[in-house]
């Protein structure tokens, strides 16, 4: 199993279409850490740009994600080498959770990367410790704050997985992927627009990153009306990751 998970990764390295992906996230991420002002509430010290990096988190960075789902799921449909795989003895179950645990790692990488950006470019600019800004359990909350944008994350992707399993290709699962994030994030601005804060319990995922945007300003993220929405994505990436194991085991590959 532990060659296979190498062998994934080398996947990504040599896919020259994920490559451009990252860049492009890279820059993207890039462009919001420089654009954004010293006024910015945590933004403005490299000690609190660690809160940043999941605000950048929209719906453009999750289309990124499914890319990596789709070339790395959803490619191995168009290219035909399931079968092979499969005629090589190797089971349909490990398969499956090296494809899954490869994809969430990218993902985790591209995400961690995001995060030492913005804080060597917010501690360039406005040093990393100005006096009087030291927060209260500070690395617990790192923890669970970029612990949250993981989820959704995690939660996303498992989504994109089970698309590129029910469709068998790579095509469409990311124009559906696209199509998903894209009304998720609409429906939460227009409630947000319409209906006020947002701070009740989220009803959709894109809605938990407008909470940490709310959230950001007080860094109050220790309280069980935060750490609840860590269920919605549970649930989201829990029942996406069982239905793409069953569907996985059961259906043919062609």
């Known amino acids: 199993m532990g060659r296979m998970f190498v062998s994934e990764l080398l996947k990504v390295r040599r896919n020259k279409s994920l490559k451009k992906a990252c860049v492009l996230y890279g820059a993207l991420i890039l462009l919001c850490a420089i654009n954004t002002g010293g006024e910015q ?3 403005y010290s490299g000690i609190r740009a660690l809160f940043m990096a999941p605000c950048y988190q929209a719906p ?14 959803g490619g ?3 290219g035909r080498l399931l079968k092979n795989a499969f005629a090589c003895g190797i089971g349909r179950g490990k398969y499956y959770a090296v494809k899954v645990i490869s994809i969430y790692f990218a993902c985790f990488l591209l995400f961690i990367s995001s995060i030492v950006l913005i804080t060597l470019i917010r501690t360039a600019r406005f040093g990393f410790n100005p006096d009087g800004l030291i927060i209260e359990d500070y690395r617990l909350k790192v923890l669970v704050f970029n612990g949250m944008a993981l989820a959704v994350i995690f939660a996303y992707v498992s989504l994109f997985n089970l698309l590129c399993i029910v469709f068998r290709s790579s095509g469409l699962p990311f ?3 696209v199509a998903v994030t894209f ?3 609409v429906s939460t601005l227009l409630s947000d627009k319409y209906y006020g804060s947002l701070m009740e319990y989220p009803k959709n995922l894109f809605s938990i990153i ?3 945007r709310n959230e950001i300003k007080s860094v109050d993220i220790l309280k069980p009306d935060f750490l609840g929405m860590y269920i919605p994505c549970l649930c989201v990436g829990g029942v ?4 793409g194991y069953v569907l996985f085991k059961v259906r043919d590959v062609e």
């Open 41 to 43: 509430n945590l933004g």
């Open 60 to 73: 453009w960075s999750y289309w990124i994600f499914a890319a990596f789902s789709v070339l790395l799921l």
């Open 76 to 78: 191995e449909y168009d």
């Open 175 to 177: 124009i559906l992927g």
């Open 183 to 185: 009304l998720d994030a």
């Open 210 to 212: 407008q909470v940490m």
């Open 240 to 243: 996406s990751l069982l239905a």
